[in-house]
């Protein structure tokens, strides 16, 4: 089976090329989603790889690109480095990228919370969804703080990706002296949304 050797993993690949042998055809390369495998892509295959070399990738920690351990940091400029390296190794040349779903790992609010509290600076927190160009939705924490106001919104970020994967850690941190609730008591992220500052 095609491998590409990378530093810390090996990455699988497959290379279909059904054009005519006298021609000099562009390559595509697919890309999968979270959670899937170049087979996402199989039935594109006959269609694409007449007319062009089509390269699917096992992103690392999916398919037979093998499993990575649950601390491993997966970031996205680890998987550019990985694609650049698809690109130079087999494609050889520039390439089209066809990607699919670059996001959509559910992300529950509680457990970021949960995170938060055990800080020994944090009274309360909550968090919510924003808009984000490159993600298309990252995570904001509100946080209230005890009498310690020297705690920074950097070291709260770099606390939650020490026990969370690093796409659960929030990208912005907003420091409230309380946080809004519902008559039951519950946070109100309702309004939390509508009172941003981003």
């Not at 000099?24 to 199989?42: C, K, M, Q, Y």
């Amino acid at each position: 089976m095609p491998y590409i050797e990378r530093p810390d993993c090996r990455l699988f690949y497959t290379l279909d090329d059904h054009t005519d042998a006298w021609t000099h055809p562009e390559t595509v390369l697919f890309v999968h989603g979270f959670t899937e495998t170049t087979e996402a892509w199989r039935a594109w295959v006959p269609h694409f790889s007449r007319r062009y070399r089509v390269i699917r990738i096992d992103q690392r920690g999916f398919g037979r690109s093998g499993a990575v351990p649950p601390d491993y940091p997966l970031t996205t400029e680890l998987y550019v480095q990985d694609l650049a390296a698809v690109v130079r190794q087999v494609a050889g040349e520039p390439v089209h990228v066809i990607g699919g779903k670059s996001g959509g790992i559910s992300v529950f609010p509680e457990e970021i919370e949960d995170t938060l509290k055990k800080h020994p600076d944090v009274v309360d927190a909550a968090v919510i969804g924003f808009k984000s160009a490159e993600w298309g939705e990252a995570v904001k924490a509100f946080v209230v703080l005890n009498s310690n106001p020297a705690c920074s919104a950097d070291a709260l970020i770099q606390f939650c990706k020490q026990s969370l994967a690093p796409y659960k850690a929030p990208k912005v941190v907003e420091f409230l002296s309380t946080l809004p609730r519902t008559g039951l008591g519950k946070i109100d992220r309702g309004k939390l949304r509508a009172e941003q500052k981003i």
